[in-house]
């Protein structure tokens, strides 16, 4: 196994230590991706892994960067629901309106996927809401179409 691999290994097991050390010997992992675009940051968030990706932004990761997607760490969260990380993030300054290939945003994804805390903090953070999806949806279509009542309330008040 390369060392790309047992790094991005370490990530996905939440091995603090381990990703510290690998990242101590060769501190270009920090930019690299794995096969599907994701960097070490997207991959921590996507795996729920707190204390890492914090480490990792404490290094430099790049905040906004993209996967093969167009899909920024804070996207992954906004639709896993891990609203820890969602904070950390943006308190980071994640870009919480990036758009990604199928013009979907962090909002977007929190209103399909009933993140209502999540959504909360987006717009705390001066999330867009009138930017439309690849079909022409809004975060607030996307709630309706679940039927998520506090979320459609939450959206309509600042639509």
Known sequence: ??????????????????VTQLLESDSTLLETTDDRGSTPLILSTYYNQL?????????GAKIDAEDGSGNTALMGVCFKGYLDLAR?????????????????????YAATFNKLKIAELLMEYKADVSVKDARGNTALDNAKMQGTKPMIELLQKSD
């Open 51 to 59: 204390d890492i990706a914090n480490f990792l932004l404490e290094k």
């Open 1 to 18: 196994m390369s060392i790309k691999e047992d790094f991005f290994n370490e990530i996905r097991n939440g091995n603090l230590t381990k």
């Open 88 to 108: 950390l993030l943006v308190e980071a300054g994640a870009n919480v309106n990036h758009v990604n290939a199928m013009g979907a945003t962090c909002l977007i």
